[in-house]
């Protein structure tokens, strides 16, 4: 099927999200707005206006009722989903490069740029989902990152840990309560910045994608590194698809670089792999900078992909994706529909 | 202004703190005090000499005098004979010459020399006497040197027998600091042999014969090998650029483009005679070098300045098929060659010819016919001097007699192209117009095997021809021209690409070379024949525009167009392809597999490699970074007689079909390994999950937290929702359904 082209920004994307129902995209960009979408048709539902730097980074509440959104105007704010409304803003000294809510939405975490002598911080807010509520200015809990600054982060299952990728290319472990550093191992190579973390839809791994042109599936509770996707080209974003078992990579050759390589160098295609196997799988082309971010639709009807070019492009997987198996893949399937019917029976 | 000595005042030198006995300055006098003239190292020792008296000594000198003239400068009054007590001379007489050098020449070239039948020459030098020949220094009883106990090495040659009985070649590839050697498995990710980090500063290189794999230092050259990879040879040239093997690897040439300079304390190798040279002749076997060079000067560019100096010509010492031979150009004087291994100029003189310009070894040994004596032939050619005309002439070595030569007219350049067999040389002639306006180029064919080696010219061609390349072991090639001469322009202009081969002639002869096809409006620039022949590559490399590879067949099975019945070759081409970036080609040993790169030395675009097989079908291509060599590992010739070769040829079938065999089953034993891994890897995920899943159920349990957080909040939004609305749950569920209708129409579009 044809991909929905969504041209509603004018400079680099920065992140695309779906909300829980897989029916919404939200898209931020470097343009200063926040845009929703149709997932269905990509008909513009509305913008939330507010910010006054680029916005890095969005997130949706687990009902679709508020968003988080970051900025390099150093606030965090919450929007009323259904009006555009502003709710809050936090103030921050740097720039807010990440926003997660954990999975029941009572919490929210940032992650703030290292700059002008200020450390680089995750720093957790507590909100509530209510458009109505009076959110609360104090900050729950602040983890100074020492050693690397923190480039992402977001929460494990039952907000037990929080997981962040750092510049330096490991990844820290966090208790979700208290904020101590429980780990940090070095995952991708060293000083190879950690450029994005998306979950599971449990929330028990997640997978990390690198400069260094590789991505990872990692366990949130062992930290323990599953699987590597090895790529040719250096990586921006990485998710994981629902319901197959394969992960959806995004990037391309730095922004910077573009201009003095041909276009086939650049690399601009979204990548699928398979989850267990490793194997590259197919490439979607398309957009004519690297892919800034990667999402998948949490129904696993679809993915959307931004680029540095200004357009989200939306694509709807079709019968291939669905019927795609290896055959040991195959095997298991008939052996568990096999089962199944002896069950039934 | 700061002080200068005028300045100081007498008050200023502390006088009477200073006392000159005090300081101790032996260290300083050891170091700078001036090394005085001991002039011993002009003299050398000449033994060996007949036993003369008084009348007959004046005659031996004078003899004695025309050798050592023919080295150095010495005059009778610097030879000084003993005379025993006897009446007769001690048989030795000492020599000085005007230099340190003539008189290391005169060791070098002279000891050894026979003066008559009876009497050889010894020559050394009056320091090494007395250095090695002192009271003390030799024992009185003779005792044998101390040989070492046999220690069998490790078969230089392993690599021929592939561990998979496959047959399969290895190559070397250089990216990053590391270089690694692989088997080739086609299709499979190549198999590591060994892997090296830094294991060279610049390059690798194989030796000919692919017994050594050569790494490059600032220290010098090394050479590795045998199924260890342990360091077989050391070669110190320090600051080496450049290595070139003799062709069956008996020796080495190094050289550098810094003059080689000893240090005080020495060189393990090299001795001081080896001073500001650049050229290294090395003897592999025993490490030893053999003779050294010094760079020749550049000819100056002429009359024309804007015209580029000579690029520097390498190889610069050219070897015969048999190695024994090293010769070197004089440019527009003579051709110096060398005999091996005692690196003496053939009949002690340069061979001199008037204007020569290139020359070329015949890269087999020849068999004219006709002649049965043993021979090597070179091919030289001097431009139009004077009235004189252009000549390309044809030497037999060591007679140094022109075999064949042909004069020529209007030549602006020319270039030699030896066929691998030596049975035949081209020449590529380009001409000019007498107005020095308009270019030709003839190819001119020596067919060096029949007698009388007769000349043929082959077709006049207006482009300029831009390559050229000769089948191996066959007697066809390809050229390609372009209609202008190729600039500094952004877009390369566009070339053609020539086939020629012989006619049909009766019984073993060779007919005239005739034109086979053109193919126009290309971009091709190089050519690369398979080992073997039969196939070729036309390709065009480093060329930001097109990276295209043509694989073309010369005897293809299939119909043969009417016009070309006459002909011995139906060419067909197999298979186009592309490689972006493409830098260089490598056919493997065998003929069977292409390899082309991009490497990071050219640019840094899509470095990696891909690999062909010889019909044109893409194998295998792999990025890597920074790549930047890559090189089959060469095959000594086979040890097959003619016969036994036509044997396997005969049963070929009978052959191919155990290898066939063996391919399937090695496939699918593979898919077999594939398989169960992949089905490992599967259940150790869904086992992994199914755990994780238990354990999350039961952690939610424990802290009383639903066991789906999400359905639980949607259930209160909903349920909010419905409040606000003031509508019946029924109805909630009504606004999903919607959704659904939704998808359906989703997929209508």
Redesign the interface.
């Known amino acids: 099927m044809r991909p929905i082209l969504l041209s509603g920004h004018e400079r680099a994307l920065t992140q695309v999200r779906y909300n829980p129902d897989g029916d919404l995209i939200f898209s931020v960009s470097k343009d200063q707005q926040i845009c929703v979408w149709f997932a269905h048709n990509g008909e513009r539902l509305g913008t939330y206006r507010g910010h006054q730097g680029a916005i890095w980074t969005i997130d949706v509440d687990p009902t679709s009722t508020i968003l988080a959104s970051g900025s390099a105007d150093n606030t965090i704010r919450l929007w009323d989903i259904k009006t555009g409304k502003c709710l809050k803003t936090w103030d921050f000294p740097t720039a807010v490069k990440r926003v997660e809510f954990n999975e029941d939405g009572t919490q929210l975490l940032g992650v703030t740029e290292k700059r002008m002598g200020h450390m680089g911080t995750i720093v957790v807010l507590d909100v509530k989902i209510d458009v109505e509520a009076e959110q609360t200015d104090e900050k729950a809990l602040t983890i100074v990152c020492e050693e690397s600054k923190a480039t992402v982060a977001g929460w494990s299952y039952l907000s037990k840990y929080i997981i962040a990728g750092h510049e330096d290319g490991s990844i820290s472990q966090f208790d979700g309560k208290s904020g101590d550093l429980l780990y940090n191992f070095p995952i991708h190579e060293l000083n190879q910045q950690i450029t994005d973390l998306q979950w599971s839809q449990d929330r028990t791994y997640f997978i990390t994608s690198s400069k260094d042109k590789t991505a990872k599936l990692i366990s949130a509770k062992e930290l323990e590194v599953f699987k590597s996707y090895a790529t040719d080209t250096p990586l921006n974003s990485a998710a994981i698809a629902p319901n197959k078992d394969f992960v959806i990579l995004g990037g391309g050759q730095a922004a910077m670089d573009v201009t003095t390589t041909s276009a086939r160098q650049g690399k601009f295609e979204a990548r699928f792999y398979h989850k267990i196997f490793e194997d590259e799988i197919g490439r979607v082309r398309g957009h004519f900078g690297p892919l800034n971010t990667v999402a998948a639709d949490p129904t696993g009807k679809g993915y959307a992909s931004g680029g540095e070019d200004g357009y989200v492009r939306v694509h709807a997987f079709d019968k291939g994706y669905y019927d795609f198996m290896y055959e040991v893949e195959r095997e298991r399937a008939n052996k568990l529909a096999a089962a199944a019917a002896t069950a039934m029976a | 202004m700061a002080p200068s000595f005028d300045h100081l005042r007498d008050e200023d030198l502390d006088d009477e703190d200073f006392d000159m006995d005090e300081v101790d300055i032996s260290d300083l006098r050891e170091k700078y005090e001036v090394q005085l003239e001991q002039g011993y190292d002009t003299f050398v020792v000449v033994d060996g000499l007949p036993a003369v008296t008084e009348e007959l000594k004046p005659k031996l000198i004078k003899f004695l005098l025309k050798k050592l003239n023919s080295v150095g400068r010495t005059s009778e009054d610097a030879i000084y004979m003993p005379m025993g007590d006897d009446g007769k001379s001690l048989r030795f007489a000492f020599v000085e010459f005007s230099s340190a050098a003539e008189a290391a020449a005169a060791v070098r070239q002279l000891d050894f020399v026979p003066l008559d039948k009876k009497n050889t020459l010894r020559v050394n030098k009056l320091t090494d006497v007395d250095r090695y020949g002192r009271e003390g220094r030799i024992d009185e009883e003779y005792t044998p040197p101390a040989i070492d106990e046999f220690e069998e090495k490790e078969h230089l040659r392993s690599f021929m027998a592939d561990p998979s009985g496959r047959g399969r070649d290895q190559f070397v590839m250089f990216r990053g600091e590391t270089v690694g050697v692989f088997w080739n498995n086609e299709k499979d990710q190549p198999e590591n042999v060994v892997d090296r980090q830094q294991w060279t500063e610049t390059f690798v290189q194989w030796s000919p014969l692919g017994t050594y794999l050569t790494s490059v230092h600032a220290q010098g050259v090394l050479l590795w090998g045998g199924p260890s990879w342990a360091r077989l040879r050391r070669f110190p040239h320090p600051f080496v650029n450049l290595v070139a093997f003799s062709p069956n690897e008996k020796y080495l040439v190094t050289w550098s483009n810094r003059p080689i300079s000893i240090p005080d304390s020495g060189h393990p190798s090299l001795s001081l005679d080896d001073d500001g040279k650049n050229y290294v002749i090395w003897d592999i076997e025993t490490s030893k070098p053999l003779r050294s060079f010094a760079q020749q000067d550049t000819p100056a560019a002429g009359d024309d300045p804007a015209k580029k100096p000579a690029k520097f010509p390498w190889p610069a010492f050219k070897w015969s098929a048999d190695d024994k031979y090293v010769a070197r150009l004089n440019q527009g004087t003579s051709i110096s060659v060398y005999e091996l291994p005692k690196m003496n100029l053939l009949d002690k003189t340069a061979i001199k010819i008037e204007g020569v310009m290139d020359f070329e070894w015949a890269p087999a040994t020849p068999r004219r016919d006709g002649v049965k004596a043993y021979e090597q032939l070179f091919c030289f050619w001097t431009p139009e001097i004077g009235s004189n005309p252009a000549r390309v002439g044809l030497m037999s070595i060591p007679s140094k007699q022109i075999v064949r030569s042909l004069n020529l007219f209007s030549v602006s350049d020319a270039k030699l192209h030896w066929q691998s067999d030596s049975s035949y040389i081209c020449v590529k002639v380009d001409r000019h117009s007498k107005s020095k306006k308009s270019q030709a180029t003839t190819l001119e064919i020596f067919r060096v095997k029949e007698k009388g080696v007769p000349v043929e010219v082959v077709d006049t061609i207006k482009d300029t021809v831009i390559n050229f390349a000769w089948e191996p072991k066959g007697d066809r090639f390809v050229i390609i021209t372009t209609t202008e001469p190729v600039g500094v322009t952004a877009v390369p202009p566009k070339t053609s690409v020539a086939f020629f081969c012989p006619e049909k002639a009766k019984g073993n002869a060779v007919g005239n070379f005739k034109h086979l096809r053109t193919l126009e409006k290309k971009n091709s620039n190089a050519i690369y024949w398979s080992p073997k022949g039969r196939f070729v590559v036309v390709a065009t490399v480093a060329n930001t525009q097109s990276s295209d590879l043509d694989f073309f067949d010369v005897d293809f099975e299939g119909e043969k167009p009417e016009g070309e019945k006459d002909l011995t070759a139906n060419l067909q081409l197999m298979n186009t392809s592309e490689h972006?970036g493409i830098t260089d080609i490598e056919w493997d040993p065998s003929g069977r597999y292409v390899a082309t790169w991009a490497s990071a030395w050219k640019h840094s675009?899509?470095n990696g490699y891909h690999l062909y097989d010889f019909r044109g079908e893409l194998l295998r291509e792999e990025?890597v970074e920074k790549f930047k060599q890559w090189a089959w590992r060469p095959r000594p010739p086979t040890l097959l007689t003619k016969e036994e070769q036509k044997q396997v040829r005969k049963n070929l079938r009978e052959y191919s079909r155990v290898f066939e065999q063996e391919d399937a089953e090695r496939i699918s034993s593979a898919d077999v390994a594939v398989?169960e891994a992949?089905?490992r890897?599967?259940l150790d995920?869904?086992s992994?999950r199914e755990t994780?899943?238990e354990e999350?159920i039961e952690?939610?349990l424990a802290?009383g937290?639903p066991e789906n957080?999400?359905a639980e909040?949607?259930k209160?939004?909903t349920a909010e929702v419905a409040t606000v609305v003031g509508e019946a749950e029924e109805q909630v569920i009504e606004e999903i359904m919607e959704?659904v209708l939704?998808?359906t129409?989703?997929i209508v579009?």
Request: proline content about 6%.
């Open positions: 972006y675009m899509e990025p398989v992949r089905r890897q599967l995920w869904y992994w994780t899943e999350l952690e939610r802290l937290l957080p999400l909040l949607l209160e939004k959704e939704e998808e129409e989703e579009n």
